[in-house]
């Protein structure tokens, strides 16, 4: 079914277009075999999504840095992946102007990503290499923000080697002139 | 013809359905008459998009920081406007899927606030508020992501008061516990 719904994309068809009924067609099942699986479109164009994910990064767990580095790193990895794929490419930019699907999205597949990111900030803040005092939050959003910022708000910017350690250190040590 | 397009727009139409013929017939003039002033149907839409902006945010000029929590509190409430309008959501949601437009729109419009941004930043290098040491490209980066990666990419999430000068004073201080 999977592979039905992404054929159908690839084909042209848009994430607005697709229906389960056509998926159901396109698979050479019925109806009710979709509805098995997937309560309704969403959830099922959710698992398309995923299925699209490459795994997530694995940090090292020993410097709060490096940590920082390898998840900002995938997330580089990720937009050039997304940029080299048609496919890829039109299904999220069509995420934009769905807005329940994009939140799904980001609440079951960037969520754990989003959650892994936190336990390392936890980590440095524990250990004393991260302030105490910025809000959680903030603090993710200070990371990934910049790359988010360059791989899918401004596809034509380049994501240069170096970008994921030079986004760490910089949002480590601060942009003030110090002494 | 800005106005019908507007109205065609709020009527429902999707910017993909939009055609020049269409606008010429909404707004009751010919089609030679639209081609007059715009070559095509991205440069008018492009004016359309114009039309929904508010008048750019105006930096005091005097400490540096204090001008770039002016132009993040702007993108702040550029946010919250558009979260309100159900009409400017929509049409920056499909603006995704139109990537030239999307590029135009980013080249022509915003450009002209990332400049103001760039030369608030430039100040800040010439005059030892900002370390000179950093590509200004990422130093814009590390200001404009967090708070363009709430309010584009993460729509659902609350954009605070005071969130402006949170984002500006931990970039500036940076997050890294020192002594």
Do not use: C
């Amino acid at each position: 079914m999977i592979e039905a719904a992404l054929r159908l994309l690839e084909e042209g068809a848009s994430v607005g277009a697709l229906s389960i009924e056509g998926i159901a067609r396109a698979a050479g099942v019925a109806k009710a075999t979709v509805y098995r699986r997937w309560p309704g479109k969403d959830a099922l164009m959710l698992d398309v999504l995923r299925s699209l994910e490459e795994p997530g990064p694995r940090p090292a767990g020993v410097s709060v840095r490096d940590d920082l580095v390898t998840i900002l790193e995938f997330m580089r990895r990720r937009g050039l992946a997304k940029r080299n794929s048609a496919l890829m490419r039109s299904i999220l930019a069509q995420m934009h102007a769905h807005r329940e699907l994009w939140r799904a999205y980001d609440e079951n597949v960037i969520e754990v990503r989003r959650e892994l990111l936190r336990s390392v900030l936890r980590r440095g803040v524990a250990n004393g290499e991260i302030r105490a005092d910025t809000d959680p939050e903030l603090l993710a959003d200070l990371f990934t923000g910049p790359m988010l910022s360059r791989a899918i708000l401004h596809e034509w910017r380049e994501l240069p080697e170096g970008l994921a350690e030079r986004i760490v250190d910089t949002v480590l040590e601060g942009v003030s002139a110090r002494g």
